[in-house]
Antibody, heavy 124, light 108 residues
Framework: QVHLVQSGAGVWRPGASVNVSCKASGYSFTDHAMHWLRQAPGQGLEWMGWINGGNGHTIYSQTFQDRVTITRDTASNTVYLLLSGLRSEDTGVYFC?????????????????WGQGTLVTVSS | EVVMTQSPVTLSVSPGERATLSCRASQSVRNNLAWYQQKPGQAPRLLIYAASTRASGVPTRFSGRGSGTEFTLTITSLQSEDFAVYYCQQYNFWPPYTFGQGTKLDIQ
């Protein structure tokens, strides 16, 4: 069974950086992309970026390009989201989600499953 | 960027009835469209991919149709657990992957 387990919630000061982890199990980690998405309070879903589980290549949304870094550790099947220069508008729930496609590819993905989400609160 | 527009924003339906949710893309995304269900405090759950293929474990009362720019998600014989927010997502053009703003399905 595929599982994605994320790190816990917390409060960060404006200007700080947050590192959220997502540990994957139950599938071949290097065969899939992992995506990060954000949901602001009461709002919809926003795609942030993607990492190729096989070669570590990343692509980021232009919205976050200057502040986001996604990395992976194939030894522990864990993906990390680093978001820097936090501001109050970054408050929200951050989700990791495995990319799926038919045939299997890291491109043209839908998302399944999702991690449980990590609430990041930015407040002074 | 492909803009996805869902309608209505809120849909009130009685249990046992049928609900039809719509999603429109600003340009053709072929059949590269997925639907998700999200309940309060939970992560989204995949329902449909490739516009009409149900994900594993999804009840047959959920069905998707459409291609190009117009898509629908239909839920027949609504159950209490179906009342949630539903999102469509296109994966034909990326980056970025884009979602509709969501339709909240309410109990009437």
């Amino acid at each position: 069974q595929v599982h994605l387990v994320q790190s816990g919630a917390g409060v960060w000061r404006p200007g700080a950086s947050v590192n959220v982890s997502c540990k994957a199990s139950g599938y071949s980690f290097t065969d899939h992309a992992m995506h990060w998405l954000r949901q602001a309070p009461g709002q919809g879903l926003e795609w942030m970026g993607w990492i190729n589980g096989g070669n570590g290549h990343t692509i980021y949304s232009q919205t976050f390009q200057d502040r986001v870094t996604i990395t992976r550790d194939t030894a522990s099947n864990t993906v990390y989201l680093l978001l820097s220069g936090l501001r109050s508008e970054d408050t929200g729930v951050y989700f990791c989600a495995r990319g799926r496609s038919r045939p299997l590819s890291v491109a043209n993905n839908w998302f399944d499953p999702w991690g449980q989400g990590t609430l990041v609160t930015v407040s002074s | 960027e492909v803009v996805m527009t869902q309608s209505p924003v809120t849909l009130s339906v009685s249990p046992g009835e049928r609900a039809t949710l719509s999603c429109r893309a600003s340009q053709s995304v072929r059949n590269n469209l997925a639907w998700y269900q999200q309940k309060p405090g939970q992560a989204p759950r995949l329902l449909i991919y490739a516009a009409s293929t149900r994900a594993s474990g999804v009840p047959t009362r959920f069905s998707g149709r459409g291609s190009g720019t117009e898509f629908t998600l239909t839920i027949t014989s609504l159950q209490s657990e179906d009342f949630a927010v539903y999102y469509c997502q296109q994966y034909n053009f990326w980056p970025p992957y884009t979602f509709g703003q969501g339709t909240k399905l309410d109990i009437q």
